[in-house]
Protein backbone atom coordinates (compact mmCIF):
# COMPACT_ATOMS: atom_id res chain seq x y z
CA UNK A 1 0.00 0.00 0.00
CA UNK A 2 1.76 3.28 -1.40
CA UNK A 3 -0.52 5.28 0.64
CA UNK A 4 -2.39 7.43 -1.94
CA UNK A 5 -5.44 9.33 -1.45
CA UNK A 6 -7.94 10.70 -4.37
CA UNK A 7 -10.28 13.20 -3.84
CA UNK A 8 -13.14 13.61 -3.99
CA UNK A 9 -14.17 10.20 -4.47
CA UNK A 10 -17.67 10.53 -5.83
CA UNK A 11 -18.36 14.07 -7.72
CA UNK A 12 -21.86 15.13 -10.04
CA UNK A 13 -21.06 17.93 -12.17
CA UNK A 14 -22.77 20.00 -15.00
CA UNK A 15 -21.25 20.21 -18.90
CA UNK A 16 -19.12 23.07 -19.32
CA UNK A 17 -18.03 23.36 -15.86
CA UNK A 18 -14.09 22.86 -14.57
CA UNK A 19 -13.44 19.98 -12.77
CA UNK A 20 -10.21 18.88 -10.25
CA UNK A 21 -9.06 15.71 -9.05
CA UNK A 22 -6.42 15.23 -6.72
CA UNK A 23 -3.75 12.43 -6.17
CA UNK A 24 -1.67 12.88 -3.20
CA UNK A 25 0.69 9.92 -2.23
CA UNK A 26 3.05 9.71 1.06
CA UNK A 27 5.35 7.43 -0.50
CA UNK A 28 7.62 9.69 -2.30
CA UNK A 29 7.16 7.66 -5.16
CA UNK A 30 8.78 9.37 -8.72
CA UNK A 31 6.20 8.83 -10.91
CA UNK A 32 2.52 9.44 -10.72
CA UNK A 33 0.15 8.97 -13.52
CA UNK A 34 -3.83 9.27 -14.00
CA UNK A 35 -6.34 6.77 -16.08
CA UNK A 36 -9.63 6.30 -16.78
CA UNK A 37 -11.89 3.11 -16.82
CA UNK A 38 -14.55 2.73 -18.58
CA UNK A 39 -16.71 -0.10 -19.56
CA UNK A 40 -15.50 -2.23 -23.19
CA UNK A 41 -11.99 0.28 -22.71
CA UNK A 42 -9.84 -0.61 -19.97
CA UNK A 43 -7.72 1.61 -18.02
CA UNK A 44 -6.90 3.98 -20.56
CA UNK A 45 -3.53 6.57 -19.69
CA UNK A 46 -4.53 10.42 -19.25
CA UNK A 47 -1.18 11.70 -18.38
CA UNK A 48 1.85 10.49 -16.52
CA UNK A 49 4.54 12.69 -14.27
CA UNK A 50 7.86 11.46 -14.41
CA UNK A 51 9.03 13.79 -11.95
CA UNK A 52 8.23 17.32 -10.23
CA UNK A 53 6.97 19.87 -13.23
CA UNK A 54 7.48 17.41 -15.70
CA UNK A 55 4.29 15.72 -17.29
CA UNK A 56 3.43 14.06 -20.72
CA UNK A 57 0.99 12.67 -22.50
CA UNK A 58 -0.93 9.55 -22.37
CA UNK A 59 -3.28 7.64 -24.91
CA UNK A 60 -6.26 9.91 -24.28
CA UNK A 61 -5.12 12.99 -23.00
CA UNK A 62 -7.51 15.72 -25.13
CA UNK A 63 -9.69 17.49 -22.52
CA UNK A 64 -7.04 16.98 -19.92
CA UNK A 65 -4.39 19.04 -18.30
CA UNK A 66 -1.98 17.97 -14.97
CA UNK A 67 0.17 19.49 -13.04
CA UNK A 68 2.80 18.42 -10.77
CA UNK A 69 4.32 20.57 -8.41
CA UNK A 70 5.02 18.57 -5.60
CA UNK A 71 6.14 15.45 -5.31
CA UNK A 72 3.20 14.34 -3.30
CA UNK A 73 0.84 15.43 -5.61
CA UNK A 74 -0.72 15.32 -8.89
CA UNK A 75 -3.70 16.99 -10.03
CA UNK A 76 -6.25 16.20 -13.02
CA UNK A 77 -8.14 19.30 -14.27
CA UNK A 78 -10.96 18.94 -16.73
CA UNK A 79 -11.65 22.57 -18.36
CA UNK A 80 -14.73 22.15 -19.33
CA UNK A 81 -16.36 19.01 -18.41
CA UNK A 82 -18.18 17.01 -20.91
CA UNK A 83 -20.50 13.82 -20.39
CA UNK A 84 -18.14 12.04 -22.66
CA UNK A 85 -15.61 12.58 -19.62
CA UNK A 86 -18.17 10.53 -17.31
CA UNK A 87 -15.66 7.45 -15.78
CA UNK A 88 -13.77 6.48 -13.01
CA UNK A 89 -10.39 7.73 -12.28
CA UNK A 90 -7.74 5.91 -11.23
CA UNK A 91 -4.50 7.61 -9.80
CA UNK A 92 -1.58 5.37 -9.73
CA UNK A 93 2.40 5.86 -8.40
CA UNK A 94 5.30 4.22 -8.95
CA UNK A 95 8.48 4.30 -7.44
CA UNK A 96 10.69 3.24 -10.22
CA UNK A 97 12.73 0.84 -8.91
CA UNK A 98 12.80 -2.28 -11.33
CA UNK A 99 10.37 -4.51 -11.00
CA UNK A 100 8.05 -3.22 -8.72
CA UNK A 101 4.83 -2.13 -10.07
CA UNK A 102 2.61 0.42 -9.88
CA UNK A 103 -0.02 1.11 -6.59
CA UNK A 104 -3.22 2.81 -7.54
CA UNK A 105 -5.56 4.82 -5.43
CA UNK A 106 -9.15 4.30 -5.05
CA UNK A 107 -10.48 5.86 -7.34
CA UNK A 108 -12.49 9.04 -8.05
CA UNK A 109 -16.35 8.16 -9.70
CA UNK A 110 -16.99 11.37 -11.92
CA UNK A 111 -20.49 11.84 -13.37
CA UNK A 112 -20.85 14.56 -16.07
CA UNK A 113 -24.63 15.66 -16.98
CA UNK B 1 -2.70 -2.29 -33.67
CA UNK B 2 -3.39 -1.49 -30.56
CA UNK B 3 0.05 -1.08 -27.84
CA UNK B 4 -1.35 -4.33 -25.52
CA UNK B 5 -4.12 -6.40 -26.52
CA UNK B 6 -5.55 -8.73 -24.22
CA UNK B 7 -8.50 -11.58 -24.77
CA UNK B 8 -11.68 -10.16 -22.77
CA UNK B 9 -13.02 -13.23 -21.66
CA UNK B 10 -14.74 -13.79 -20.11
CA UNK B 11 -13.53 -17.44 -19.06
CA UNK B 12 -15.67 -19.16 -16.99
CA UNK B 13 -13.47 -22.54 -15.50
CA UNK B 14 -14.72 -24.85 -13.10
CA UNK B 15 -12.53 -24.79 -9.16
CA UNK B 16 -9.59 -26.69 -9.17
CA UNK B 17 -8.42 -26.19 -13.49
CA UNK B 18 -5.85 -24.60 -14.63
CA UNK B 19 -6.38 -21.49 -16.61
CA UNK B 20 -3.85 -19.13 -18.81
CA UNK B 21 -4.24 -15.78 -20.10
CA UNK B 22 -2.12 -14.06 -23.02
CA UNK B 23 -1.18 -10.46 -23.66
CA UNK B 24 0.67 -9.24 -26.72
CA UNK B 25 2.32 -5.93 -26.91
CA UNK B 26 2.99 -3.81 -29.95
CA UNK B 27 6.57 -2.05 -28.79
CA UNK B 28 9.43 -4.44 -29.42
CA UNK B 29 11.69 -1.82 -26.43
CA UNK B 30 8.96 -2.37 -24.09
CA UNK B 31 10.83 -2.41 -20.84
CA UNK B 32 9.17 -4.36 -18.07
CA UNK B 33 5.88 -5.77 -17.13
CA UNK B 34 3.22 -6.91 -15.08
CA UNK B 35 -0.02 -8.50 -14.33
CA UNK B 36 -2.62 -7.03 -11.95
CA UNK B 37 -5.82 -8.26 -10.31
CA UNK B 38 -8.98 -6.01 -10.50
CA UNK B 39 -12.36 -6.88 -8.61
CA UNK B 40 -15.35 -5.48 -9.24
CA UNK B 41 -15.40 -1.62 -8.57
CA UNK B 42 -12.63 -2.02 -7.22
CA UNK B 43 -8.60 -0.60 -7.52
CA UNK B 44 -6.27 -2.72 -9.39
CA UNK B 45 -3.51 -4.46 -7.71
CA UNK B 46 -0.66 -5.91 -8.51
CA UNK B 47 -0.32 -9.25 -8.56
CA UNK B 48 3.17 -9.94 -10.14
CA UNK B 49 6.31 -8.63 -12.08
CA UNK B 50 6.80 -10.77 -15.44
CA UNK B 51 10.69 -11.42 -15.22
CA UNK B 52 12.51 -12.71 -18.59
CA UNK B 53 13.31 -16.11 -17.01
CA UNK B 54 10.12 -16.39 -16.49
CA UNK B 55 8.99 -16.45 -12.61
CA UNK B 56 6.09 -18.30 -9.89
CA UNK B 57 4.23 -17.07 -7.01
CA UNK B 58 2.68 -19.46 -5.62
CA UNK B 59 -0.09 -21.07 -7.97
CA UNK B 60 0.52 -18.24 -10.01
CA UNK B 61 3.00 -18.67 -12.87
CA UNK B 62 4.14 -15.58 -15.52
CA UNK B 63 6.47 -15.88 -18.61
CA UNK B 64 7.70 -13.35 -21.06
CA UNK B 65 8.09 -14.16 -24.95
CA UNK B 66 10.48 -11.11 -26.30
CA UNK B 67 10.45 -12.69 -29.67
CA UNK B 68 6.83 -12.93 -30.08
CA UNK B 69 6.13 -10.16 -27.85
CA UNK B 70 3.43 -11.35 -25.34
CA UNK B 71 3.38 -11.96 -22.19
CA UNK B 72 1.19 -15.04 -20.15
CA UNK B 73 -0.26 -15.94 -16.64
CA UNK B 74 -1.03 -19.28 -15.56
CA UNK B 75 -3.47 -20.02 -12.70
CA UNK B 76 -3.08 -23.73 -11.35
CA UNK B 77 -5.38 -25.19 -8.92
CA UNK B 78 -7.98 -22.26 -9.20
CA UNK B 79 -10.07 -21.61 -6.43
CA UNK B 80 -13.22 -19.46 -6.06
CA UNK B 81 -11.64 -16.33 -5.24
CA UNK B 82 -9.60 -16.07 -8.33
CA UNK B 83 -12.51 -14.42 -9.77
CA UNK B 84 -11.54 -11.24 -11.03
CA UNK B 85 -10.68 -8.78 -14.01
CA UNK B 86 -6.91 -9.79 -15.00
CA UNK B 87 -5.27 -6.75 -16.43
CA UNK B 88 -1.51 -6.38 -18.17
CA UNK B 89 0.33 -4.05 -18.19
CA UNK B 90 3.57 -2.54 -20.16
CA UNK B 91 6.40 -0.37 -19.85
CA UNK B 92 6.43 0.90 -23.07
CA UNK B 93 9.26 3.87 -22.12
CA UNK B 94 12.41 4.77 -20.31
CA UNK B 95 9.80 7.80 -19.04
CA UNK B 96 7.71 4.80 -17.45
CA UNK B 97 4.98 5.27 -19.71
CA UNK B 98 2.62 1.97 -18.78
CA UNK B 99 0.31 1.28 -20.59
CA UNK B 100 -2.72 -1.84 -19.71
CA UNK B 101 -4.63 -3.90 -22.03
CA UNK B 102 -8.74 -4.05 -21.38
CA UNK B 103 -8.29 -6.84 -18.98
CA UNK B 104 -9.55 -10.13 -18.71
CA UNK B 105 -12.53 -11.44 -16.96
CA UNK B 106 -12.35 -15.02 -15.24
CA UNK B 107 -15.15 -16.90 -13.50
CA UNK B 108 -14.66 -19.64 -11.43
CA UNK B 109 -17.36 -22.11 -11.34
CA UNK B 110 -17.87 -24.01 -8.23
Known amino acids: DAGITQSPRHKVTETGTPVTLRCHQTENHRYMYWYRQDPGHGLRLIHY???????DKGEVSDGYSVSRSKTEDFLLTLESATSSQTSVYFC????????????FGPGTRLTVL | RKEVEQDPGPFNVPEGATVAFNCTYSNSASQSFFWYRQDCRKEPKLLMS???SGNEDGRFTAQLNRASQYISLLIRDSKLSDSATYLC???????????FGKGTRLHILP
Open chain 2, 50 to 52: VYS
Open chain 2, 89 to 99: AVNMNRDDKII
Open chain 1, 49 to 55: SYGVKDT
Open chain 1, 92 to 103: ATLSGTEGFGQY
